[in-house]
């Protein structure tokens, strides 16, 4: 069998981390859902796009009525909240809330603290250049979806 090459290898990885559970604890289930969700307004309101229950949809890659309930449970939690669309009084706008902040705070410490972990006796440049490797894919991944986003009315 080859090697497996720099795609196979990604897409492992994504794989690995996204079927991760958290030991059968529903509650720490439920808070990564709920972070999950916060990320993906936070996502979107630092692109500049309108943080709407269709986009926030588009962005984790699910349904509309999925991402609906899930903006909901945030909601309820109060790392959400709901209000008319800036641009358009008809459609209504997702935003985070200081504790869905705060969450968002303590979810990217874990995240730091994650990926030192897997880097344990990497160079500081090593980790930089991997840093701004992620961050061109993610980039590059926004450029070539673009076209297949939702359109603003």
Known sequence: ?????????????????SRRRAAGDPTIAEQGRLVQVTEAVNALVARDEPATVNAVAHELGIDQSGASRLVKSATDAGYLSMAKGTSDGRRREVSITTAGQAALKDAHRWQEQVFDDLTVGWSRQRREDFRRAMADLIARSHAIEAPARPTRP
């Open 1 to 17: 069998m080859s090697a497996r090459g720099p795609g196979q290898l990604l897409f492992s990885f994504v794989r690995l981390w």
